[in-house]
Structure formats: C-alpha cells, structure tokens
C-alpha cells in the first residue's frame, strides 16, 4: 500500500507539475504575442508618421522651389536680359564663373563657382549673388566691351589679372552680345 500511495503521489505530483509548466509556457506567449502586436503597431505607425514627415518635406521643398522661381522671374523683369554667362579664367588655373540661366518650361536656374576664394553658390542665393551686382550695370549696345568688362570686375570685386574672360548676355528680345578678351 505504501508502494501505491507513493505512485498516486508522484503521479499526482507529476500531474501537478505538468498542468503549472503547461500553464507558464502558455502565459508568457500570450504576453509576448500581445507585446509583439503593441511593438509592431508602434512601428506602423512610426512609419506612417515618417512617410508623413518626408511628404510635408517635400511639399515644403517644392513649394520653396516654386516660390524661388518665381521670385527669380519676377526681378528679371527689372532689367533687360534674360541670361547672363560670366567666366573668368586666372594664371593660377583658378577659375570665376556666375551664371543665370532663364527657361521657359524650366525654373530659373543660378550658379556661381568662386574658386578664388572657395565659394559655390546655387539656386537663390546666387541669383540674389550675382543680380544685386549685376543688375545696375548698362548692358546695352551702345556701351563699350571694355567698359563692361570693368564694371563686372568692379561688381564682383575680382583681380584684374586675368588670362581670359568671357560674357554672354540674352536679351529680353532674344538677342545676344557676347565679349570675349584674352590678356
């Protein structure tokens, strides 16, 4: 009987043991099932406010862009050229390039490379760069290339010992004038 009575005890022990393990092994995986839904709806939504965040940068930056262009086109209208090509070329291979260039379809595009003094300018900032010197300068037929040329050297406040120069201007009227001079 005692044999008996030990067997049911472990038996039921045994029993006991198994129901807790099964119990404990289901528990936490409901948890972890439940944490593992909070976890991935957190970074749905993360990715849904990133997805959000890139397009209000976007639009921002689209919006900025169309704001520029048209603040470009807009000050165009105040002087009597569309484009204007600037390049000046020194001894020490360094280069001055300024640049607005005007399109129809396009947006207005502006650039300048200063490798005198290490400065790249784009969009903007160089048309406001390049236009506030340029645009009180008399471009038209009547003025000398040489007088030209001093003023863009005066404006842009360059040495003037360079190797070579050259200035492309489009006319509102769709007509150019190019300068060109090697020292």
């Known amino acids: 009987m ?16 198994t129901a807790c393990n099964d119990q404990m092994d289901e528990s936490p995986t409901e948890e972890g099932e439940d944490m593992l839904e909070s976890t991935t709806n957190d970074v749905q939504d993360d990715v849904v406010e990133d997805e959000t965040v890139i ?24 002087v009597n050229f569309q484009e204007i090509e600037i390049e000046l070329d020194y001894a020490d291979g ?16 502006a650039k300048v490379e200063n490798e005198l ?27 000398s290339n040489t007088d030209i040329i001093n003023d863009i050297i005066k404006v842009f406040d360059l040495p003037e010992d360079y190797v070579k120069i050259e200035i492309e201007i489009e006319y509102d009227d769709g007509t150019e004038r190019e300068i060109k001079e090697r020292k």
């Open 117 to 143: 003094n290490n400065e790249l300018l784009t969009g903007k900032e160089a048309f406001d760069f390049i236009f506030d010197r340029i645009s009180e300068i008399d471009f038209s037929s009547d003025r």
């Open 94 to 109: 360094k280069e001055f390039e300024a640049e607005i260039d005007y399109h129809e379809t396009k947006p207005v595009e």
């Open 2 to 17: 005692k044999k008996y009575t030990m067997f049911l005890t472990l038996s039921l022990l045994l029993l006991f043991a």
């Open 55 to 78: 397009d209000e940068e976007a639009t921002d930056d689209t919006t900025e862009a169309r704001d520029d262009d048209q603040y470009m086109r807009k000050k165009l209208q105040e």
